[in-house]
């Protein structure tokens, strides 16, 4: 059975840091791409960051450039997201994603990725 698993999330003051995890189990990450995407309260699922299969390629909506950055562990089938210098704009639930056949060009189009997590809430106030 395919499954993806979010955790790390949780509450967290403006300007703190967190990182997010997304484990694989039944499949193999390694042929993969990974996207990070969230959703906050009344908005549409957004793109937050993806990596390619081989981890040499990443892409970051302008929101987050330069203060989140996406990496994966192939060996532990896992994907990574730090996230520093958050805001409260960062509120949302993060996801997970995976694809075979999507290049990471997709990372702005949640909506054509085939594997998904449940999903993990970040919430950034003070």
């Known amino acids: 059975q395919l499954q993806i698993v979010e955790s790390g999330g949780g509450l967290v003051q403006p300007g703190g840091s967190l990182r997010l995890s997304c484990a694989a189990s039944?499949?193999?990450?390694?042929?993969?791409?990974v996207g990070w995407f969230r959703q906050a309260p009344g908005k549409e699922r957004e793109g937050v960051s993806c990596?390619?299969?081989?981890?040499?390629?990443?892409v970051y909506a302008d929101s987050v450039k330069g203060r989140f950055t996406i990496s994966r562990d192939n060996a532990k089938n896992t994907v990574y997201l730090q996230m520093n210098s958050l805001k409260p704009e960062d509120t949302a639930v993060y996801y997970c994603?995976?694809?075979?056949?999507?290049?990471?060009?997709?990372?702005?189009?949640?909506?054509?990725?085939?594997?998904w997590g449940q999903g993990t809430q970040v919430t950034v106030s003070s």
């Open positions: 994603a995976a694809d075979m056949y999507l290049s990471i060009s997709y990372c702005s189009q949640p909506k054509q990725w085939d594997y």
């Open positions: 990596i390619s299969a081989s981890g040499r390629s990443t």
């Open positions: 039944g499949f193999t990450l390694d042929y993969y791409a």
